[in-house]
């Protein structure tokens, strides 16, 4: 691309950039695996146009994106962070995202606020597999993405090698805008492939001049498809016919039609960036792509609106005039702000100190009733990692946080009070690892219940279950690194101990055959005893049969009025579980006969009468424990289905079949024991390489083996 003034730097320090027009924004989202190198180029960004002086190192803890000390320990990103800055007189939001499966949900919070896509590729480490499966996800919704590939002065970098994998990887349309000069194995500068230009860094300063001759062939070998896919993908026709004879066409005719491309997402620009020298090598030409290449949120398609009851509504643009619609993206705790949500505004102008309706999924979905409210916002910022800088508004198509929204979680929606509105929401991973939790000691308990609910708020991706049956308190988490996450903020941020205990697995008991039985409460205590004796007969339900409770009583030996009681009983005992103290299920118990007396006789006599006939039943036959199984359909590529065959066979799983999903992805179904797949949300990253997933529900309960059983019993 042809070269213009890097300036535009931010200006005076601590204040925030500006934009009062949509066209003169772009959101932009960093996506790539852990250790790609997306917090580095974003540090490089902010160096080059002067909105940090220096750029920062993730071994040093000193970036800009990564300030959480979580962050700054693991050195990796673990939160969505906003980082914005100004180049050429556009503002552009950076949004630098993790690269660990287990944070996809911020991940996928950036897709949903940015109108754009930076790849970021290593060239040491090439692609994996979850870059694969995002870059899908990004084709499903049309977002416009570009590829960076970082590193490309690395010992192991190979420019030729990196491109063909990204072009195999990610398919058509993917071709270099710029090529590494590599001299005696040092990169010192770039080829723009559009300007047919020199860029030499050798001197730590990007220089510019005409490129020798030695490097026409490597030119016209990639120029030539670059052009052909611009005009292509832009549909271009009179451009195309000019280019087909010969014409010498204008740069910026084609840096003109390379932004149609993009914007469609059909043409993925690759360009690429070193760190060895200045700012980084390639860093000017990465603004250079977002400015002039990449969509402005006026190109941006408008997610779906309704109205609260659920009515489509049409004709909401991004104009900064039109009716409110903001979307909470991201939400935080600060020690000394308290919350802070990350917004996007789609339409209209969000001001400090102004009312807005909360409505949406978020506090619905989480039982809140107070799930459509009306608050007053506090002050408007523009972060820049952990500083808060004053905002004085936020336009349609701006970026902002939001102080003191005290009921708005994560994928709310912010609109009007008198034109209350509801963005359909993106769709969030659900956390499959169940990790059951207790508080180290009687104050952190007393502290637990505010903490989990202030994570929860922040954090779509956490679910917590109280299981009753079990007694545990069960965080439903996306993986292990997740989990670390969260127990770690529990204890610094909110000062609340936690323990991991081992995951109880609620199960069932059964009567393993027919037996008859007597319940006898008979007590004298010198006033009005207790007098209820009663006879049934219990028999096993086939599985899913639940209970039935059966009337025989003749001639009136257990009055009309206690044959309720008896049942009553029977189920309180059944609750409580007759061996082992889980709850018995698919059980028939028939009451036969029994005797009672006309004063010692109660209802209270009769209950425990039932229960003690229960307990009697249980002692003359086995007793088999149930256990639940699920259905489980797990999505992997092709290569991975034997291996994840296999192992849901050494689970005691049934597989029930495989069936194609796409291109090289199959979805293997199959019954799976829940005792078995506690950790497979770890075990199927391992096997999958990060690129599997599943879902799970509830089957049926089934026999447990008695092996098993035994040493539960032992563990009991």
Known sequence: MAEKNPGGAMGAAGRAPAADRADAIRNVVLVGHSGAGKTTLLEHLLAATGTIQRPGRVEDGNTVSDFDEVEVRQQRSVNLALAPLVHNDIKINLLDTPGYADFVGDLRAGLRAADAALFVVSAAEGIDGLTRLLWEECAQVGMPRAVVITKIDHQRADFDEVLASCQAAFGDGVAPLYLPVVTNGNVNGLIGLLSQKFFNYATGTRTEKEPGAEYEARIEEYRGPLIEGIIQESEDESLMDRYLQGDPIDTKVLIDDLEKAVARGSFY????????????????????????????????????????????????????????????????????????????????????????????????????????????????????????????????????????????????????????????????????????????????????????????????????????????????????????????????????????????????????????????NVKQTGGHGQYAICHIEVEPLPSGGGFEFVDKIVGGVVPRQFIPSVEKGVRAQMERGVVAGYPMVDVRVTLYDGKAHSVDSSDMAFQIAGQLALKEAAAKVPTLLLEPVDELSVLVADEYVGSVMSDLSSRRGRVLGTEPVGTGRTLVKAEVPQLEITRYAIDLRSMSHGTGSFHRSFLRYEPLPSHLAGKLAAAE
Not at 458 to 482: F, I, K, S, Y
Not at 484 to 511: C, W
Request: net charge negative.
């Open 269 to 520: 620009p690759v360009l690429c960036t070193g760190t060895g020298a200045g700012h980084g090598i390639g860093t000017l030409e990465v603004l250079e792509l977002i400015t002039q290449g990449f969509p402005s949120p006026l190109e941006h398609p408008m997610p779906e609106i309704t109205t609260l009851d659920g009515k489509p509504v049409d004709g909401i643009a991004c104009d900064p005039d039109g009716p409110l619609v903001a979307e909470v993206v991201k939400t935080t705790s600060d020690p000394y702000v308290g919350r802070i949500s990350l917004v996007r505004v789609f339409s209209g102008t969000l001001r400090p100190d102004m009312t807005v309706h909360v409505s949406g999924h978020g506090l619905a979905d989480r039982g809140h009733e107070d799930h459509d409210v009306d608050e007053r916002i506090g002050t408007l910022t523009c972060p820049l990692g952990k500083q808060q800088r004053p905002a004085a508004k936020g336009v349609a198509g701006d970026i902002v946080a939001v102080a003191k929204l005290s009921r708005a979680e994560t994928g709310d929606t912010l609109s009007e009070v008198d034109r209350p509105l509801l963005m359909t929401a993106w769709t969030m991973p659900d956390p499959l690892l169940p990790v059951a939790i207790r508080a180290r000691s009687k104050a952190d308990e007393d502290k637990l219940s505010q903490a989990l609910g202030r994570l929860v708020a922040e954090d779509p991706t956490l679910r917590l279950e109280n299981n009753a049956e079990t007694r545990q308190l069960v965080l439903w988490c996306m993986g292990e690194a997740h989990t670390d996450v969260l127990l770690d903020r529990l204890a610094k941020r909110h000062g609340v101990e936690v323990e991991r205990v081992e995951l109880r697995v609620p199960l069932r008991e059964t009567f393993g055959g027919r037996c008859q039985a007597m319940g006898r």
